[in-house]
């Protein structure tokens, strides 16, 4: 497996090329990442993208197992007002994690610092969702508690650009995504210059989105002017915050042994 440097990424796009591939906004000094490698630095250095995570059997049978197993919210779960008016968000999503057996609990994992506002109440894994986060364990040797699986149904569907809050996460935790269906670009904004990266999320793919990567640039996945199908990302996190039946909430230790997870000796239990 050959490592790619971002510096070593393929080409500056211009602005006039970056707007006739697809986008409406002007994006400056933007890095097409080149495609062929199946493994690519990018971000800070501490974010890298495997291409064939899964072939493309096994991306298109995990995602007929998803289309049997996950169920989404409905849109107007989540609405926000821009201008006084009332929008839906452009994507599907949907909660899942480790649930307490016993008492019910969860973990929790707060997306606007500012204002608390929390994602809903995850839903006990379902088994393709399980076995794909004990897949990403072995793999990167994180143990995620929390999976966000968006939906896009189609090219006008997005997510635009943001970091991802961290103050649920365990410590130097790590985003892990895998992408099923539709290819989707996604685009890294350096926060301080500027500089984007921009990439295809292919189906069966793995991006890992680092923690320096996240304090130091933006990402999105854009919309695009060219009709295109349906992609369902899987985006699994370590968060130690946990939220009891009462409302209570504690956290758990730096190594993320979690309620679920963890016997009474400490000892991380077998799945
Ligand atoms: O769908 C994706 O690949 C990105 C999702 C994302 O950035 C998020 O949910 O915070
Ligand atoms: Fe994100």
Known sequence: MSEIAAKDIEKIVSTSQKRSLETDEADFKCKM???????????????????????????????DEL????????????????????????RDKAFYGDVHEKDGSYPLYRYEASKDAEYPQVKQWTPVLQRLRNILLEKTGQRCNHLVVNQY??????????VDKTRDFVQ???????????????????????????????????????????????????????LCGRRVSLTYRTIKTIKHKDGTLTETDSKGHLTDGTSEDGKVKEE
Do not use: C
């Open 33 to 63: 990442l080149k495609h062929s490698d199946n493994h690519l630095l990018l971000g800070s250095g501490d974010s890298w993208y495997e291409r064939n995570f899964f072939t493309s059997n096994e991306a298109q049978s995990i995602l």
């Open 153 to 162: 149904r189609n090219n006008n569907d997005h997510i635009g650009y943001h």
């Open 172 to 226: 130097n935790a790590s985003v892990l995504t895998l992408s099923f269906g539709e290819k989707r670009l996604f685009r890294l904004k350096n926060i301080r210059t500027k500089e984007i990266q921009e990439l295809r999320l292919d189906s069966g793919s793995l991006f890992v989105l680092g923690p320096k990567t996240n304090s130091e640039w933006k990402h999105s996945i854009i919309k695009s002017g060219k």
């Open 67 to 90: 289309n049997e197993q996950v169920e989404f919210l409905p849109r107007d779960t989540f609405k926000f007002k821009i201008f006084g008016q009332i929008n839906l968000l452009p």
